[in-house]
């Protein structure tokens, strides 16, 4: 596919009927987002951050405004932004009083010398971020309705820019009622994300299943092998169903613009965006346009 591209899903998961079409929407309205920002001159990141931030405005993910508390009702989030160019990322765990982690994680990344803070630190760098006037304080509060999927539905973005750089992204609250203080697979670098001058992938689904195998990491090594990112995005969920429980999905890019998914959930709700437009959008993306 030619350049450039964004590649946006939102968590391989179940969502129930009657929120079919706003998911569907809102992933369509993320990608969007993400392409006119590199039409108007943005980088890669200013997209991946823009796609992200674009769901988690939403109320339908559990990510950002969206967010599942944990067992004590808190609310912890975690987000990824990895730069495959600089092999740089920066990333947040555990971080209570934001609606917009991504941009906290873009924080770490670029005004940081480290790649992931966590908890409190985090929380604290979130002042630290608004006095900059890096970014604006989000305002707007939480919903407190019934949840609309039966699991947990991470947000996620891939974008290469008209150069082939890439750049993966990715934010969650992780699983509803978990464990004070756990971190899945979503921000850890190699697992949710990994982006390098080659390929990128960004996965979601039962984050302790994505650790054992790094998920991320080996489906670009695959691609640094010399496989296509469909043999590789097959590859991996080889692995996945071998080595694990599964129920998890991914999402694939080059460097050239080729495309590609797995996931063995009942949804992974993706919309791929490129020059001509909305290229190609389904919550069961089994059509999907993979190229080599
Ligand atoms: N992988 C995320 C986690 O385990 C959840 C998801 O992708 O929906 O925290």
Redesign the pocket.
């Known amino acids: 596919m030619s350049l450039p591209v964004v590649l946006v899903h939102g ?3 179940k969502f129930k009927k009657e929120s079919h079409d706003d998911v569907l929407k809102a992933v369509e309205r993320a990608a969007e987002v993400g392409f006119c920002v590199l039409e108007r001159g943005g980088s890669g990141l200013d997209s991946a951050e823009a796609t992200i931030r674009s769901l988690e405005s939403t109320t339908l993910f ?1 990510a950002g405004l969206g967010a599942e508390p944990n067992l004590d009702g808190e609310i912890e989030l ?1 987000a990824i932004v990895m730069d495959g160019n600089r092999l740089e990322s920066g990333a947040v765990m555990a971080v209570q009083n934001t609606v917009h982690p991504i941009s906290l994680a873009r924080y770490v990344l670029e005004r940081t010398p480290n790649a992931q803070i966590a908890g409190s630190g985090a929380d604290k760098l979130y002042r630290k971020m608004i006095q900059e006037g890096y970014r604006e304080e989000s305002t707007a509060g939480r919903p407190t309705g019934p949840r609309i999927s039966e ?4 947000v996620g973005c891939i974008v290469v820019d008209a150069n082939g750089y890439l750049v993966a992204a990715s934010s ?1 609250s ?2 509803g009622g978990m464990l004070p203080g756990r971190v ?3 921000p850890v670098i190699g697992s ?1 994300v990994y982006a390098n001058e080659i390929a990128a992938a960004c ?6 299943q ?1 650790l054992r195998i790094v998920m991320s990491r080996i489906a670009v090594h695959y691609v640094e092998d010399g496989f296509s990112v469909t043999e590789a995005v097959q590859k991996t969920m080889r692995v996945l169903r071998e080595k694990t429980t599964g129920e998890a999905g991914l999402i694939m890019a080059d460097s050239q613009g080729n495309v590609s998914l797995g996931f063995d959930t009942p949804h992974m709700p993706v919309a791929l965006h490129g020059e001509a437009g909305l290229v190609y959008s389904s919550l069961t993306p089994d059509d999907f346009p993979s190229t080599t």
């Open positions: 968590g391989a998961t559990t975690d699991g947990c539905d991470t969650t992780g699983w899945g697979d979503t949710g996965s979601t689904g039962r984050g302790e994505i």
